[in-house]
């Protein structure tokens, strides 16, 4: 069979394409048969430096936890005066109870109370307010309110409105509102609205 030109030319390319893919084969090929390794930018450096960190991190830990013991310790001394209670009308109610303990000590007659509310204190903490009203002698009302104060419980006069009453035996009418700390829980939910866009 004989073979025209033309399928010569084709051959003769097929030849020559031949050699050049073998050719750029091996070269590739031997390229790429040595791994190409990249030098470690001080990587034992780097380690050795975040171990050092993190191990002066850990030597904070101690201290750290000693400082956080005695916060929660004198946190929990100084809500010891908080008002107890699982509900504001409990909270209240032992408002009004020491309020009673107190006047009765000082032998002060009760002659009516109110209930005033729970109000949010800050962003952590509610106020409970009673208010009373008494007729008793000025000093006796100086002692009531010495007494307010000597209490473990975080208590306050929000309000003190004093009118005479008797002359003759020199009493006076008195509307004391006393407030206490609580916890926050206790506030109602539309009052804790209210407080925080002050």
Known sequence: MALTPRERRSLSWLGVSL?????????QSSGSST???SASVDSATLDERRLAKLRDTAATIPQKEDILKSVSAELAKREAGLIPGETAAQAQAQLLQILNRLCGSQQIPIKGSELMGVAPLGDAYGQVTVAVQIECHIEQLVNLLSDLSAQP???????LQVQAANP???T???RLSI???TARRL??????RKGSGV
Request: glycine fraction near 2%; hydrophobic fraction near 45%.
């Open 19 to 27: 050699v050049l893919s073998a050719a750029w084969y091996l070269i």
């Open 35 to 37: 791994p190409v390794v």
């Open 153 to 159: 419980q975080l208590l306050t006069t929000s309000e």
């Open 168 to 170: 003759k035996e020199k």
């Open 172 to 174: 006076v009418n008195v």
């Open 179 to 181: 407030s206490g700390v």
């Open 187 to 192: 506030v109602p939910e539309k009052s804790q």
